[in-house]
Nanobody, 115 residues
């Protein structure tokens, strides 16, 4: 049974920072590509950042230079550091694990950035 639990969301002013964490249970974490997605009200879910099992990363253009994704395979944890937050970053942020053809999702954590 794989479970993903996000934490770290909250309310922050524009220009501020937040650190999101995703804790994974099960034994697939180290072999999975881990990702952060977000979904703003009335919009489709979009990829924010991803990190492969080998540590390669990619980011959405909208967050490049501001967000950093990392993982700790020993702790089954993934982190998204978000700096210089903007009101348009407001969304529910979801953690996803892709293990071969299987995708697992967390329930999300809300990030609200006030102007």
């Amino acid at each position: 049974q794989v479970q993903l639990v996000e934490s770290g969301g909250g309310l922050v002013q524009a220009g501020g920072s937040l650190r999101l964490s995703c804790a994974a249970s099960g034994n697939i974490f180290s072999s999975s590509t881990m990702s952060w997605y977000r979904q703003a009200p009335g919009k489709q879910r979009e990829l924010v950042a991803a990190i492969t099992s080998g540590g390669s990363t990619n980011y959405a253009d909208s967050v490049k230079g501001r967000f950093t994704i990392s993982r700790d395979n020993a702790k089954n944890t993934m982190v998204l550091r978000m700096n210089s937050l903007k009101p348009e970053d407001t969304a529910v942020y979801y953690c996803k694990a892709k293990y071969y053809e299987l995708n697992y999702w967390g329930k999300g954590t809300l990030v609200t950035v006030s102007s």
